[in-house]
């Protein structure tokens, strides 16, 4: 584990999340590295299934971070698998991973302990380990549903059970605010320092015509395919360019392979966090073209103020979450809104110093520090702690000794 001491050292955080730490990086990724800054956290892998272990099969290597203050990575150990049943035994083992997350943080002086959970599937942890604060942080409509289902009672319970909810998006809190009045909305940020300095253009995107039409993130079922295809048709003088890895949805495979034939299409892969904003700053317009649908509307796209950071202009669907941003995004509903809209945003009236700073100004209120700093702040509050951060959320000084 780091030896940086976080501001609030008797406190640490156990994360049960769905992924292996990886360089692509999700909203946990950027929530628990920095909540490390005020206290101890281990963010814990998913086991091995018990198959790869009877095989001896060779795990992908136990990769950590680099240098976060107060955070690590725990990757459970071979004897430590996932077990469905008897379901006495798949408890005993949960536990058993819970416990040596939690033996990390008392190795490091811990003496107040909190769960956050990432997805409802870790609900049992709340009742296999004693925890001083609970936390269950939805980041996303975990049915992954087109159309909208009702939610599962387990996770009603889990929504009821814990100490303290925390929401990325409005239509989720609209969804699921109603059970635990301890609930907040905390959207997703931006490393606005990242994104808003100047970046060196990359060689693949250097090569590639302008004007260029971008857009970061994986590449999924929930984007509009049908709409990409006929807009790079309609628009052979644009070059639409897509940076991120393709997600392991079926429905993908024939529109990337029919886009792939377009002159003007470019897929560029996945690209590490850290270089990530050397191609969005080189775009000449983002976009978000997502489907509208029962799924997409409880999304809260991570790329969204990380676009506006930039002070590039962006174009979405008319989604949710982005209505609220209708003043520096472009909303749409039609390929034709779409065409003309794009047309609209390369014209340089919309790339004046004066729209570059308002939609910058936009993306510095969701800056990932002061988001994790109110994550912290609530957390705290929830231990009966002092918090050690002004109303603007600018970290002061250690924390209240645990008594």
Known sequence: ????????????????????????????????????????????????????VFALKRSASCAQPGRYPGFTVYCPEMWLPVLYRPQSLADFVFRQRLKHACDMLEKRGVRKKVLYIWRPDFAKAVDLVSFDVSCYHIDDEYSFSTLELPIKEAEKQLLSKVTQVFVHSPGLMERKGKFNPCTEMIPNGVDFKTYSRGWDEPADLAAIPRPRIGYTGYLKKYLDWPLLQSLSERHPEWSFVLVGPVSPHIEVTAPIEALRHRPNVYFLGAKAAQVLPSYTQHFDVCTMPYLANDYTKYIYPLKLHEYLATGRPTVGTRIRSLEDFSQVVALVRTPEEWSAQLNTALQPEFNTPEWQQARRAVAARHDWQLLVARIARTLLERLGMEPPITADWTPLEDCQQVS
């Open 1 to 52: 584990m780091n030896d940086a001491r976080p501001l609030c050292p008797d406190v640490g955080v156990v994360s049960l999340v769905p992924d292996r730490w990886s360089e692509y990086w999700q909203p946990r990724h950027q929530i628990l590295t920095r909540l490390g800054r005020y206290f101890h956290v281990v963010w814990v892998n998913p086991a091995r299934e018990l198959g790869d």
